[in-house]
C-alpha cells in the first residue's frame, strides 16, 4: 500500500524558514515524479513544485520560485520542501503527491507574527 | 498558465439522482505524446483529495463505476450516474499536460 507522510510543518514568522519531509513506502520511490500541492484555509489546489524520478529535474509555480526548493534523497525515500522567505499567504496545507494518484494527508504551515 | 474553469460551483443533488460538473481549459489539453492528461478529483471534508479519473476517461481502483469522464481538447465532463451520501464533498478538475499543473476553482456538491 502506498503511504506518504508529512511531517515538519508548524508555525514561522514572516521571512522564516521551514524544511518539510514526506516519508514515503509502498512503491518503488525512484521510479517516480513526486510533487507537492498546498491549499490555503478554506480555498482550492495549488500545484507549487515536482521533482523527476532521479532527481535531476525540478519545477517551480512563480509563485515559490527563488524561495522554495525541492529535493528527495532516494535512499531514504523521502521528499524535502525547503522553504525560504515565508508569507503570510505561504500559510496551507502542504501535500505531498505521487505523481497525481497518491497524496498524503497534509502538513499544515502557519506563516504569522 | 492554464486557466481550468469548472461549472457549477455549487452543485445541490437530491440522492439518487445525476449530477454532472463541466470543466473547460484556456488551451488543448492534448500532450505531445498524443495523451490528454486531464483528472478529475474528490476532496471530502476533512480528508485529502483522492483521484477519481485520469487521463478523462480512467478511473481509478476503487472507483465506483457511477463516476464517469468524458470529454476532448478543451472541454470536459465529470458525471456520477446516481449521487449517493459519500459523495458529499469538492471535485475539482486539473490539467497534467502543461507546467504548472493547475486546478479548476472546485465544485461543491451536496445533498438537497
Known amino acids: 500500500e502506498v503511504q506518504l507522510v508529512e511531517s515538519g510543518g508548524g508555525l514561522v514568522q514572516p521571512g522564516g524558514s521551514l524544511r518539510l519531509s514526506c516519508a514515503a513506502s509502498?512503491?518503488?520511490?525512484?521510479?517516480?515524479?513526486m510533487h507537492w500541492v498546498r491549499q490555503a484555509p478554506g480555498k482550492g489546489l495549488v500545484w507549487i513544485s515536482r521533482?523527476?524520478?532521479?532527481?535531476?529535474?525540478?519545477n517551480y509555480a512563480d509563485s515559490v520560485k527563488g524561495r522554495f526548493t525541492i529535493s528527495r534523497d532516494n535512499a531514504k525515500n523521502t521528499l524535502y520542501l525547503q522553504m525560504n522567505s515565508l508569507r503570510a499567504d505561504d500559510t496551507a496545507v502542504y501535500y505531498c503527491?505521487?505523481?497525481?494518484?497518491?497524496w498524503g494527508q497534509g502538513i499544515l504551515v502557519t506563516v504569522s507574527s | 498558465d492554464v486557466v481550468m474553469t469548472q461549472s457549477p460551483l455549487s452543485l445541490p443533488v437530491t440522492l439518487g439522482q445525476p449530477a454532472s460538473i463541466s470543466c473547460r481549459s484556456s488551451q488543448s489539453l492534448v500532450y505531445s505524446d498524443g495523451n490528454t492528461y486531464l483528472n478529475w478529483f474528490q476532496q471530502r471534508p476533512g480528508q485529502s483529495p483522492r483521484r477519481l479519473i485520469y487521463?478523462?476517461?480512467n478511473r481509478d481502483s476503487g472507483v465506483p463505476d457511477r463516476f464517469s469522464g468524458s470529454g476532448s481538447g478543451t472541454d470536459f465532463t465529470l458525471k456520477i450516474s446516481r449521487v449517493e451520501a459519500e459523495d458529499v464533498g469538492v471535485y475539482y478538475c486539473?490539467?497534467?499536460?502543461?507546467?504548472?499543473?493547475?486546478f479548476g476553482q472546485g465544485t461543491n456538491l451536496e445533498i438537497k
Open positions: 487521463r478523462v476517461s
Open positions: 503527491v505521487r505523481n497525481s494518484d497518491s
Open positions: 486539473m490539467q497534467g499536460t502543461h507546467w504548472p499543473h493547475t
Open positions: 521533482i523527476t524520478g532521479d532527481g535531476r529535474t525540478t
Open positions: 509502498g512503491f518503488t520511490f525512484s521510479h517516480h515524479w
